[in-house]
């Protein structure tokens, strides 16, 4: 069992921190998956929220970021997700472009932004 390092649930949003590494990821993968269920999304939503999740974690992994923060904020009939790693190297324009096209069609807005010593991921569903 997996014990989060951080999490918090305020009003309207809900926020796991944890190390990263592909060790976390199912941790993240079921807040995510729990979060949709129990807002109310469609079966669509919810599967886009979690192929998302999961999509944006294997680049934060892959760029080596550490500690990854899930942010889910959970709307009237849907779910603004932020997800921020930190002490990222820069993710390669092909892993940035594989989110995008998971992202597209799927998703009422989506951003990806790199700083210098973060990697930040927005989207709807």
Known sequence: M???HFM???????RVQ???GAIYAPALLEAAAK????SGLTAAQATTLTTLVR???????TVGSSP????MTVQDAS?????????????TKKALKGLETKAAGHTDSYS???????????FDV
């Open 2 to 4: 997996v014990v989060a």
């Open 79 to 91: 779910i603004a997700v932020k997800m921020i790693g930190k002490n990222a190297k820069k993710p």
């Open 18 to 20: 944890l190390p990263g």
């Open 55 to 61: 999509a944006a974690l294997d680049v934060l992994n």
């Open 68 to 71: 990854i923060m899930l942010e």
């Open 35 to 38: 979060t949709g269920a129990r």
């Open 112 to 122: 990806a932004r790199v700083t210098k010593t973060a990697f930040t991921v927005r």
């Open 8 to 14: 918090a649930v305020t009003e309207n949003a809900i």
